[in-house]
């Protein structure tokens, strides 16, 4: 249940466009054709009583509480089934009526506990509500039959319990985890009176299929299913619509609070990316913003061996303000520079870039995104030309072929997954290119008609093919092609990809994949109606990562897919913000809007707003900052939010680089791994703590809202606004929608954006401008963005990171539902019950070749470095894959994975490592050198707090 | 013919001619007695024709409701745009009925021809037989006869030669009787839980995988070979003088009689003719106190009801009952009634599907209220109670189970009153009823 209620209709709107007439107890409404009685009847005002509807679940129909009387037709129709006619008379209201929903309540509470008083959900409480609703006085059954009264409670989610004895049966729980959430981990056991609720079969939630998204609390009326936050502190009191700052989905939030405590965090009904629905994170993993471990005093210190130092905001700023203007002095101007993170909002990556550009005078900003999405950017400006996704996130309610390329949207999109998963349930097609079996492949009621478990590294080489099925068999988009592309690229690359060296039978050894399979798939996409591929880091963090989102794009151009909805080309991000990051300049060759640094114009316009001249040399990107650091020209960098000795690859190198500095400054929630190295230490502010916006993966911006005070005092914008004032360049905003409306005024894709319009439209998709006022849904509907589309010429090389005898397996990297990317907050909440470490998949018969058993520890070495896990044995992976999560510093994943990279972009192969893994005993060197360093570095922050107080 | 007692003058076997003799069990046996000819003949007409046989038949349905089987099948989109599909209601779960079994058993053919005919009508390739789980014997019977159909070319790609495709499919139910409900058949068929479905979307709109669908009880697809063969004209001839009910039907007759058993009669047919001759009346010594004509869901009958009964639908529902599947539970004056239907509640109860609230917790307390009136705890408000409940259990819900519960104890309360008082005031001794 939700507090603070929003109207609910019962049942979800109709799409039809047709409008019918009715009258609903003498008033006419006119609503569109199969809208519910019930739903007409409240649009007019009306509420018929209720308790098995709500207006996000297809109506059921079971709780017989909203009969009504339809003029002329004999009996009591249920409203919320009932579709609305031209003509119907409705009487919602009468003694009869009255009499039957008594009764109907009566028998609701002959089997219900009467202690609404001490209940968790008093006054927020349906089956409450309506016992009010339909005036029942007495109960003439007694209350000594029968009852559910003690059926034990289940408390084995650490978020939310399910206490049975006050269940009625209405099945919302279960409907909201099919139809929402599409798990099917709960049903109804049992017939009659004796029917229950079960997660899987009679189990715990924690022991059921459940992943805890929180559907099923959300939807049930009653105390069943209750949040534990609610229930130790009670329901809330007020709401503040805020967006969500884990992945690139970018769920809309309600956070409810009483007091200045977060109770609640409601998926937003109206979030026009998620639509009411969450994933664990979102909904309950925020209790990292109160942890312990937040660090809320500024610190620094002179070496990174010496104990940290508790001081004021001014002498930390004053201090790294002064740190970096020697180095300059003394190294030159290109020696410093900073690495902002898709963690932050558009306005302070906005003001890093700035910072950088301005205060240092250098063009050495680089984002996370290097490591995800770069390739992305690049691929699609040179094909289409806009480095973002084609749709929104509805888009997909119109696909009848979803390919889905490197990506795992269960685990990594998971709100996303689950519309996904409705569409395929109703029909579409769906085919997969992964090494690994991803849940998608096959989950309840979802079966992919095509699984191209290729080898990791040889995306190009399936693309080629697929491209050449497509070419050679006559399914190309002839008009759509030559009306809307290139016509001489698109020679070009037809040509190349029909040669027999780009053919399924050619490359099925390259691949992996019989050519059957990809002949099948590349025909399904191209005929089986709209095509949409999704995909994610599997396609970029390769070395030719930047080739295969070209060759994505070929694919999507030849056949049409692309420029309406349904269709398109969609990289599925995996932060809250990489989208925002890289529109907001964040790249060394990049001014806001993607305009390269070398353009005299754009800097002409950039120079003008801000009053300095700028650096017309490209900066460096973070793998160049770091070889800069340990050559000696690169000696100081300031951090947001971003965690480069855990996230980054090859870790020993990081850290090495690390330590070659003179002055790190971090700006972070905790004392992270990169913050073992640093100099100074400035408290960030979480998304509870400040005002922004976010743009997720459909370049949707999202307002993020203050909910409550920055435990350390300032906002993250304020820190960068201080820091730059103390390095000499003023800036001067009072409110982050002021930073917006420069980024308006600087950036013609943003023009329309603004903190009022935000509110106004509740979230705006860019492009938005005099052109597309209230924003830009589906891109490249009448043209590219670019004119024609341009293909582009994609020839399969082979990655240098080969197996060999020494290191036969190839490892790839994902991440898990429960954890996000470092872990850094979620590894501080109960999500931790899910994914307590990382582990090493690998197939039984790898396992076996090696004397590895379940659970047993493994040792991995790579041509980098080596690390030991445990291994879980898994024919989700295939023979010669090994795969693993990085959402645990000690795993040192990282420490494995190599520096080769994106020839465009330097984007990091972190999904292709050569490796062999072999039974240990004992940690890896590296673990018991990281264990060490950490307890030591522990041991000078303790030092810290200590220091203040003494 | 009926089984296991000798065909009675009074009968007229048409679907029962070949009970009790195994050569009909066979595909060479089933044809060498006139079988498949219906079929034939139904691949040489176009589907409009042959719905426009059976509606001249005047056939309805034998699963209970009684509706027009031809226009059922005038119901399924005359074009074939999704997959059509047919469903055979074998789940045959109601107490007092089983005919359907004793088809199945004596004549898989029977119903395999009735079934691919339906399936022509209605532009399906494909048939799912749902059988009750507890059928064992007769579910292996139907798996050979299934098996001997594809290889007598009756189903399979191309049906003796049409060109049509027709395959069936068996599944077996788990115990469930809602599951013998349509729209919960094809919930269960759909690998999903027995709850029975909201409508609209009818069937013949959305029904199995949310493609168009008919359903049609065994008996009412087993008579469709026989209409084909010999003509709707000569079916509709078989009735007396109700032209809205016409044909042969089973009666599964039980209870106190002498010769219980399956009975097949021509609508209309008086019902205390098949009490009295055909089933030998009453155990000596007994007289009639109720009869429940149609299966266990339908109000009782009073002596004097049954005494100028028809066997036909409007004759059943003019003495105040209906005909329903045709499963007649007769019971003689040793019977408690209060306990009767109480076992009956208590069988609704264990069967609800639990999506309603008047069903699920309805059905409990109409069992836990008839308990306590049995255990000499009943007071006079409580069949006030019952009643009022019962009223809200008829007609509001999603489907009929809960009427079912309701229309036997309603009907026990206003034409035996004096049962109920018995126990409430005290006057009988009360019974132990623990389930
Ligand atoms: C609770 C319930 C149980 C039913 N069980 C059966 C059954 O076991 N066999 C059957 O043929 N029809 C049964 N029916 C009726 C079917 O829903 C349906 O009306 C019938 O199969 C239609 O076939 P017909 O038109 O040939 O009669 C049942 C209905 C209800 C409400
Ligand atoms: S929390 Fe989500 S996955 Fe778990 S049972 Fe509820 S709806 Fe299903
Ligand atoms: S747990 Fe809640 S939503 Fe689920 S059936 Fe019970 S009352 Fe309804
Ligand atoms: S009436 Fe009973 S059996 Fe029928 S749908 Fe409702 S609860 Fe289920
Ligand atoms: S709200 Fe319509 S039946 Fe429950």
Redesign the interface.
């Known amino acids: 249940m939700t507090a603070i209620h929003d109207l609910d209709y019962g049942t979800p709107a109709s799409e039809s466009t047709t409008l019918v007439t009715l009258t609903i107890d003498g008033i006419p409404v006119t609503v569109p054709a199969g809208t519910s009685l019930m739903r007409a009847a409240q649009m007019a005002g009306i509420a018929v009583p209720k308790l098995c509807a709500t207006d996000s679940l297809k109506?059921?129909?079971?709780?017989?509480?909203c009969?009504v009387q339809v003029e002329g037709r004999?009996?009591?129709p249920?409203s919320c089934?009932t579709?609305a006619e031209q003509g119907l008379q409705v009487v919602t209201q009468n003694s009869k009526l009255a009499q039957?929903r008594r009764?109907?309540m009566e028998?609701?509470i002959?089997?219900h506990p009467l202690d609404c008083l001490t209940c968790s959900a008093n006054g927020d409480c349906e089956l409450q509500d309506m016992a009010g609703a339909v005036g029942l006085r007495e109960v003439?059954?007694g209350f000594d039959?029968?009852n559910h009264l003690k059926a034990e409670k289940d408390t084995s989610n650490p978020y939310f319990t399910f206490d049975a004895s006050k269940c009625i049966?209405c099945?919302r729980c279960v409907r909201a985890c099919e139809e929402v959430q599409g798990t099917y981990a709960l049903?109804?056991d049992?017939?009659?009176?004796d029917?229950k609720v079960s997660p899987g079969q009679m189990e715990p939630f924690m022991a059921s299929e459940c992943v805890s998204c929180g559907a099923c609390v959300q939807a049930c009326p009653t105390a069943t299913l209750m949040e534990n936050s609610v229930i130790e502190a009670g329901t809330p009191e007020r709401e503040v619509v805020t967006t969500c700052a884990y992945c690139g989905v970018g769920c809309a939030f309600t956070a409810e609070l009483r007091g200045a405590e977060v109770v609640r965090m409601t998926p937003y009904k109206d979030g026009k990316a998620n639509h009411g629905h969450s994933c664990v994170k979102g909904r309950f993993a925020w209790g990292y913003a109160t942890h312990p471990d937040r660090i809320t005093k500024p610190m620094i210190r002179k070496r990174i061996t010496d104990p940290w130092k508790e001081v004021s905001w001014e002498e930390a700023i004053g201090y790294a303000a002064a740190e970096f203007k020697r180095l300059q002095a003394q190294y030159g101007r290109s020696s410093v520079g900073a690495i902002s993170s898709s963690r932050c909002t558009n306005e302070e990556t906005y003001l890093m870039q700035k910072l950088v550009r301005t205060a240092f005078g250098n063009n050495n900003i680089d984002t996370c995104a290097r490591v995800c999405h770069s390739p992305t950017g690049y691929g699609l400006k040179q094909t289409l030309g806009e480095s973002a996704g084609t749709q929104d996130f509805d888009s997909v309610r119109h696909t009848d072929v979803m390919f889905v390329i490197g990506a795992n949207p269960t685990d990594g999109h998971p709100v996303f997954a689950s519309q996904m998963k409705r569409r395929l349930r109703e029909g579409a097609k769906l085919i997969v290119a992964d090494p690994r079996q991803i849940d998608l492949v096959r989950s309840p009621h979802v079966e992919a008609s095509y699984h191209l478990k290729l080898r990791p590294g040889t995306n190009v080489a399936l693309i080629n093919s697929l491209a050449h099925v497509i070419v050679t068999e006559g399914l190309v988009a002839e008009q759509f092609v030559a009306e809307r592309c290139d016509v001489e690229s698109f020679r070009q690359w037809r040509e190349f990809v029909a040669r027999a060296e780009n053919s399924p039978e050619a490359l099925e050894d390259v691949t992996g994949v019989p050519a059957a399979e990809m002949r099948g798939a590349a025909r399904l996409y191209a005929t089986g109606g709209n095509g949409a591929i999704y995909y994610g880091l599997g396609v970029t963090e390769h070395s030719q990562g930047s080739t295969m989102v070209m060759g994505i794009a070929n694919l999507a151009m030849a056949t049409g897919n692309i420029g309406r909805e349904g269709v398109g080309v969609n990289p599925l991000r995996g932060q809250n913000n990489v989208q925002g990051s890289c529109d907001m300049g964040s790249f060394p060759h990049e001014l806001p809007g993607y305009r390269h640094v070398l353009e005299d114009s754009t800097r002409a316009l950039f120079e003008g707003t801000w009053g300095v001249t700028l650096e017309s040399e490209p900066g460096l990107r973070i793998p160049n900052m770091f070889d800069a650091a340990l050559e000696g020209s690169f000696k100081g960098l300031y951090l947001e939010g971003e965690d480069i000795a855990q996230s980054d690859p090859n870790t020993q190198h990081v850290t090495a680089a690390l330590e070659a500095m003179e002055c790190i400054v971090v700006q972070d929630l905790f004392l992270n791994e990169t913050a073992k190295f640093a100099h100074v230490f400035l408290p960030g502010s979480s998304f509870l703590e400040k005002d922004g916006t976010f743009t997720n993966a459909e370049r949707r911006i999202s307002r993020v809202r203050k909910v409550m005070p920055p435990v350390g005092g300032k906002a993250d914008w304020e820190i960068t606004v201080d820091l730059a004032v103390a390095l000499g360049y003023p800036m001067a905003y009072s409110h982050p929608s002021e930073i917006m409306d420069e980024i308006a005024r600087l950036t013609p894709t943003f023009t329309g954006v603004s903190y009022d319009r935000i509110d106004e439209l509740g979230s705006i998709q860019w492009p938005c401008n005099a052109e597309h006022p209230a924003g830009t849904p589906v891109m490249h509907e009448q043209t590219f963005v670019r004119g024609k589309g341009r293909f582009m010429l994609t020839q399969y090389v082979a990655t240098e990171e080969r197996v060999n005898q020494r290191y036969p397996l190839i490892l790839t990297t994902g991440r898990i539902l429960s954890q996000y990317n470092v872990g850094a907050q979620t590894r501080r909440t109960e999500n931790v019950q899910w994914h307590e470490e990382d582990r090493l998949e690998i197939h039984p018969h790898d396992a076996e070749e090696r004397g590895i058993k379940e659970g047993d520890w493994v040792g991995i070495v790579s041509r980098a470095g080596e690390t030991t896990l445990r291994a879980r044995i898994t024919d989700r992976v295939q023979p010669g894959v090994v795969y693993t999560t990085f959402h645990h510093p000690e795993s040192g994943a990282n420490v494995i994975t190599t520096e080769n990279s994106d020839w465009a972009t330097n984007c990091p192969e972190y999904k292709v490592t050569a490796v062999q893994v072999m039974p240990v005993f004992g940690a890896s060197e590296w673990q018991s050198r990281f264990r060490k360093f950490t307890e030591e570095q522990l041991a000078l922050l303790d030092q810290a707090g200590a220091e203040a107080q003494g | 013919m009926g089984y296991p007692h000798p065909s009675h003058a009074g009968e007229h076997p048409v679907l029962s001619k070949h009970f009790g003799d195994a050569g009909a069990r066979t595909f060479d046996g089933w044809v060498k007695r006139g079988g498949y000819e219906g079929l034939k003949k139904a691949l040489g007409m176009t589907r409009d024709q042959v719905v426009e046989e059976v509606k001249a038949s005047g056939l309805r349905g034998r699963g209970g409701a009684g509706f027009p089987t031809g226009m059922k099948w005038s119901f399924m989109p005359k074009e074939v745009v999704k997959p059509h599909y047919l469903v055979c209601n074998a789940d045959e779960s109601e107490p007092g009925t089983f005919k359907d079994r004793e088809i199945i058993r004596w004549t898989p053919h029977q119903l395999i021809e009735g079934c691919a005919i339906g399936a022509h009508a209605i532009g399906a390739e494909r048939i799912y037989i749902y059988i009750r789980g507890e059928f064992t014997h007769e579910h292996r019977i139907l798996l050979a006869a299934v098996d001997e159909a594809y290889k007598g070319g009756a189903l399979g790609a191309n049906v003796f030669g049409s060109g049509r495709r027709i395959d069936v499919v068996v599944h077996r139910g788990a115990g469930a009787y809602i599951c013998g409900e349509e729209t919960a058949m094809m919930n269960s068929i759909e690998g999903k839980r027995g709850n029975p479905r909201i409508k609209p979307p009818f069937p013949a709109v959305a029904g199995l995988w949310a493609c168009p669908t008919t359903i049609n009880n065994v008996e009412t697809l087993a008579a469709a070979g026989h209409i084909l063969r010999q003509g709707g004209a000569w079916y509709k001839g078989l009735c007396r003088g109700n032209p809205k009910s016409t044909g042969t039907k089973l009666f599964s007759v039980c209870g106190h009689v002498q010769r219980p058993g399956n009975y097949e009669v021509v609508m209309g047919t008086s019902m205390k003719e098949l009490i009295y001759d055909m089933c030998g009346g009453m155990r000596p010594g007994r007289t009639l106190k109720a009869v429940i004509p149609g299966g266990s869901s339908v109000p009782i009958m009073t002596p004097a009801e049954v005494e100028d009964c028809l066997l036909d639908y409007e004759g059943v529902v003019a003495k105040g009952s209906m005909l329903g599947s045709g499963g007649m539970i007769v019971m003689d004056d040793s019977t408690d009634l209060v306990y009767q239907v109480m076992r009956l509640a208590r069988f609704y109860a264990h069967e609800s599907c639990a999506q309603c609230t008047q069903c699920r917790e309805g059905t409990a307390w109409t069992t836990r209220i008839l308990e306590k009136i049995l255990a000499g705890k009943g007071r006079r408000e409580d069949l006030d109670l019952l009643l009022d409940l019962a009223d809200n259990m008829t007609g509001k819900t999603i489907c009929v189970l809960s009427d079912s519960c309701a229309a036997p104890v309603v009907s026990a309360i206003r034409k035996f009153p004096a049962e109920f008082d018995a126990y409430i005031s005290r006057e009988k001794q009360p019974v132990m009823v623990t389930a």
Not at chain 1, 190 to 193: D, E, K, Q, V
């Open positions: 109506a059921f129909g079971s709780c017989r509480l009969l004999k009996g009591f249920a089934t579709p039957l009764g109907v028998l609701y002959s089997d003439r059954y039959g029968a049966v099945s049903t109804i049992g017939r009659g009176f029917s």
